[in-house]
């Protein structure tokens, strides 16, 4: 990236894949342009939707082993929506304490009780769980936690949810495109069916570089979300071009599944040199690798050096991950080189050194 005219090397980017700037991704999206326009000029139920809309949603639907799929502008949207209209009055929702915040948005405005169990711990959940009694209830969950990029313990919570006859919903923003044999996710890498996660949210705009979010599911879910989610029905749908260009972007995981293994590469070499160095990584298996600071004031500092040095990493403070747990959010992508990543670590090293002669 070029920030305020210095070139600098971005270790920042949920475009996991390297597919934001895909001369295929460019080509379809300019087409989408050519025949549909720019805008979509209406919300989906009214003027909006398109055959590419369609045509995506159905791609999408069959990709993720789902019956359907529905669109939406932003993952932001799509977390609304499947919360507030999949839990009824005087239900009650049961979210991760380190869901994004969406979600969490999602569960105040719910017409429910919400519940906040420790992070990834199921028998939180389940201690919860003895203590209600409703037919009504949902567990909510990201996939992969956008701070710390650990993975949830989907097989636990699909049984919690089926002991307790509960439905499950997966936020994958973070593992859709990355995860799993095919990248399908971190449902398709736990090995779970549909029936054991029947509804799953995943983006557009990180892994597949593009934008918009969509959401699987069985078509009496999917029914349901386009009769009652207000953050469906009333927003203007994304350009057709988008969803074009998100076309490409599936056929393109599809066939070059080297993508994957080179970041799943490059993911390896990192916490490799990291641990050499003694960095203080926070265990993660993805291409989010937090580096733990402590203070912010300490995380701003990291940040600043290695920007000194040519290296873009943001710092992320409280609130948006808990007091006293600031840090550098470092993420891969399979459009950085091995070389690259030997400079991010070089630059880590030369920090650490120069923070223990300090």
């Given amino acids: 990236m070029v920030i305020e005219g210095k070139r600098l090397?971005?270790?920042?980017?949920?475009?996991?894949?390297?597919?934001?700037?895909?001369?295929e991704l460019k080509k379809a999206f300019i087409a989408g342009a050519e025949k549909w326009g720019v805008g979509s000029g209406s919300a989906h139920l009214v003027t909006g939707h398109t055959t590419a809309h369609h045509q995506l949603e159905?791609?999408?639907?069959?990709?993720?082993?789902?019956?359907?799929?529905?669109?939406?502008?932003?993952?932001?949207?799509?977390?609304?929506?499947?919360?507030?209209?999949?839990?009824?009055?005087?239900?009650?929702?049961?979210?991760?304490?380190?869901?994004?915040?969406?979600?969490?948005?999602?569960?105040?405005l719910a017409a429910a009780k919400m519940h906040r169990y420790q992070h990834a711990d199921v028998a939180s959940l389940q201690r919860m769980f003895d203590r209600v009694e409703s037919p009504n209830k949902m567990i909510v969950t990201d996939g992969v936690f956008s701070?710390?990029?650990?993975?949830?313990?989907?097989?636990?919570?699909?049984?919690v949810a089926q002991d307790n006859d509960a439905l499950l919903a997966v936020d994958d923003a973070h593992g859709f495109g990355v995860l799993g044999e095919t990248g399908a996710g971190s449902i398709e890498q736990a090995g779970l069916s549909s029936r054991q996660v029947p509804v799953i949210m995943?983006?557009?705009?990180?892994?597949?570089?593009?934008?918009?979010?969509?959401?699987?599911?069985?078509?009496?879910?999917?029914?349901?979300?386009?009769?009652?989610a207000r953050s469906y029905i009333y927003t203007t749908a994304q350009p057709a071009a988008i969803a074009v260009a998100t076309s490409a972007a599936l056929k393109l995981l599809e066939t070059e599944a080297w993508r994957r293994q080179h970041l799943a590469s490059l993911v390896e070499r990192f916490k490799q040199g990291a641990s050499q160095l003694g960095l203080s990584l926070m265990p993660s298996p993805t291409a989010i690798?937090?580096?733990?600071?402590?203070?912010?004031?300490?995380a701003i500092a990291w940040a600043e050096q290695l920007r000194q040095?040519?290296?873009?990493?943001?710092?992320?403070?409280?609130?948006?991950?808990?007091?006293?747990?600031?840090?550098l959010?470092?993420?891969?992508?399979?459009?950085?080189?091995?070389?690259?990543v030997d400079r991010l670590l070089q630059a880590l090293g030369q920090l650490n050194r120069d923070e223990a002669n300090a």
Avoid at 15 to 21: I, Q, R, V
Avoid at 72 to 90: C, H, P, Q, R
């Fill in 9 to 23: 090397l971005a270790f920042n980017s949920n475009d996991y894949l390297g597919l934001a700037n895909h001369p």
């Fill in 58 to 108: 159905e791609e999408l639907a069959a990709f993720t082993g789902r019956e359907k799929a529905l669109l939406f502008s932003s993952g932001y949207m799509a977390n609304l929506a499947m919360v507030t209209a999949l839990i009824e009055k005087n239900g009650h929702v049961f979210e991760d304490r380190l869901n994004h915040a969406s979600l969490i948005d999602a569960g105040h």
């Fill in 147 to 159: 701070m710390d990029g650990d993975i949830a313990p989907l097989k636990q919570l699909s049984q």
């Fill in 202 to 228: 995943g983006t557009l705009g990180k892994a597949m570089g593009c934008a918009g979010a969509f959401i699987a599911a069985d078509e009496v879910v999917i029914e349901t979300l386009i009769q009652k």
């Fill in 289 to 298: 690798q937090p580096l733990l600071a402590g203070s912010s004031q300490r």
């Fill in 309 to 327: 040095r040519g290296i873009l990493v943001t710092a992320i403070r409280p609130p948006t991950v808990p007091k006293d747990t600031a840090r």
């Fill in 329 to 340: 959010r470092i993420t891969l992508s399979a459009a950085h080189t091995e070389e690259q």
